[in-house]
């Protein structure tokens, strides 16, 4: 597809643009809604189950459709993408309690998993790197885009209408988009000698799922097993042994699932070593930030959007001018380098926070989060397409977004056992230097009884319960109560920045990585015109 004409090429890509904001706008517009979802539907110990199986069926959807559009074509495989992703969002609007909220949350997930591999990918098909490096930047940025109006939508659309719309609002968008690729983009013939590999795809996913949950079950919450219990163990073990069969696998079939000559290539594992640390930290920072913002600030749910909006601009627009750097210079080492670094050092600024830091140092910090990330994250999809053949772009396009998927579940599941664990450690420690205020607190039914509300710091987000428990107070206790909140605030805020030190521990990891990445210029249409005119040239001359 990379001859085709430059007006074919842009209605193609107005199409895959369309698609990617689909499934984007609808992941950032879920996340704020979720907890009045889950109020509506109860079932709060189940509450990260919708999150995590959303992430699972993305993850093994997104590497499995790797090799299978390599062979059959991206067009089939965005259609049925966004197709699944449509009827995910229907269900999950008519779900009535929260297990039926999860399976069809799945059903979104493997959607969401097949459209972000095929888009990617798709670009490969239609450009050369260096111009793929523009459009990289566009498609980045149309993520920040989403990161922007995503949770503004969502807040407006709990508040104002049913909850349900947030699952519906953008279908008439999907419908859009399934159209305008189903008219739009070409068809490609089967790649002839090519097979299925379905035991690899099989051992692949028994690989993935048990590693994914055991990393989701572990911790100290409700409804999760301790890192040493046989239930997390059992899980890392059956990944060990599908792994070691996966393997074996895929060293023997004709055409396998995941090519492991492929990490023979230096630039490809590189890269996706630097995109799973890069995932790791981002997430961990990303999840948290707003515990922070709400829990430690006190901040409402509606302001803390707008507080969170100048790092997803600054993301916005540094993606953009990453793409087009790279397109006209065609180099980025350095480019990621200094990215991750600005990133390691803005997580590792925000670790000295505490409960009386101002809000616009936090502001200010979270900018050069997203400045950072904004150079980094268009950089490793693009240098994994261009150290591979044409042939493997998909495969390689879907083992990068399979990095940087394990990368975020791991992240956001360490970083949150870290957290509880820190959580737990402060509060001891300040209960006992807490002095009178305890033993007033234990002789007081009526204020250890609010006291016990915030013994789970997440009721710390709900500002209304907070406001309601202090009014109920005697002045004389209010002035207790909120010496005692302040004291869960400041375990609270030590337990969150706990987390930060980690991301900007794992960031400096993807920047130690990313020294060692080769730099290959990339590829441009215009430069592999002349080699193509040349070498016939020489043919002639030859001939003569």
């Known amino acids: 597809m990379v001859h085709l004409s430059d007006k074919r090429k842009m209605t193609i890509m107005i199409a895959i643009i369309t698609s990617l904001f689909f499934a984007a706008i609808n992941q950032t517009i879920i996340g704020i809604a979720m907890p009045r979802i889950i109020a509506n539907l109860g079932g709060m110990d189940y509450y990260s189950w919708a999150i995590t199986i959303y992430l699972l069926t993305s993850t093994v959807a997104s590497v499995l459709v790797g090799k299978l559009s390599d062979i059959y074509g991206r067009k089939p495989f965005i259609l049925s993408g966004i197709g699944l992703f449509m009827i995910g969002a229907i269900l999950s609007g008519f779900s009535s309690d929260i297990f039926e909220l999860i399976s069809y949350r799945a059903i979104q997930g493997a959607g969401a998993g097949i459209i972000m591999s095929t888009v990617f990918t798709a670009i490969g098909d239609l450009y050369e790197p ?61 790649r002839q000698g090519e097979s299925v590999d379905y035991w690899g795809s099989l051992f692949l996913t028994l690989t993935i799922v048990p ?56 630039v490809f594992t590189v890269s996706n070593l630097v995109g799973f640390f890069l995932n790791a930290a981002m997430m961990g920072a990303i999840i948290y930030v707003p515990f922070f913002v709400q829990g430690v600030k006190g901040i409402s749910p509606t302001m803390a959007g707008y507080v969170a909006m100048p790092m997803s601009i600054a993301m916005l627009i540094t993606t953009s001018f990453a793409g087009q750097m790279m397109s006209k210079t065609g180099k980025y080492k350095k480019m990621a380098i200094i990215g991750l670094t600005v990133m390691a050092i ?20 979270m900018i050069l989060l997203g400045l950072g990330i904004g150079v980094a994250m268009p950089v490793f999809s693009l240098t994994v397409q261009n150290a591979v053949s044409p042939q493997q772009i998909g495969v390689a396009t879907a083992t990068s977004q399979l990095f940087r998927n394990l990368g975020g579940t791991i ?112 590829r441009s249409a215009k430069g592999m015109a002349q080699q193509t005119a040349a070498i016939h040239s020489e043919a002639r001359s030859l001939s003569k």
């Open 346 to 365: 803005s997580m590792a600024l925000m670790y000295f926070m505490v409960p009386s830091t101002p809000i616009y140092v936090l502001i200010i910090y």
């Open 411 to 522: 992240g956001i599941a360490v970083m949150g056992s870290l957290m509880s664990a820190n959580i737990t450690k402060k509060m001891t420690q300040l209960s006992g230097n807490t002095g009178d205020n305890s033993n007033v607190a234990a002789s007081n039914p009526e204020l250890a009884e609010k006291l016990s509300l915030f013994s789970n710091p997440q009721n710390l987000l709900d500002q209304p319960k907070i406001e309601a428990a202090l009014n109920s107070l005697s002045p004389e206790l209010q002035t207790v109560f909120t010496q005692m909140l302040d004291m869960i605030r400041e375990a609270l805020s030590y337990a969150i920045t706990t987390t930060f030190l980690a991301g900007a521990i794992v960031a400096c990891l993807a920047v130690v990585t990313a020294l060692f990445l080769k730099e290959i210029p990339l």
């Open 211 to 266: 590693m994914l949950l055991a990393f989701s079950l572990a911790g100290d919450g409700p409804k999760q097993y301790a890192w040493g219990s046989w239930q997390i163990i059992g899980l890392f073990a059956a990944t060990i042994l599908s792994l070691i069969i996966f393997v074996r696998i895929q060293f023997k079939v004709k055409s396998p699932v995941l090519p492991l000559a492929l990490f023979k290539n230096s």
């Open 130 to 190: 260096r111009e793929r490096a523009k459009w990289t930047g566009v498609m980045s940025a149309v993520f920040g885009l989403s990161s922007v109006a995503g949770p503004l939508m969502g807040g407006y659309i709990v508040d104002h209408l049913d909850w349900r719309w947030v699952f519906w609002i953008f279908l008439p968008l999907g419908i859009i988009a399934f159209i305008l690729i189903l008219i739009n983009f070409p068809k490609v013939p089967k």
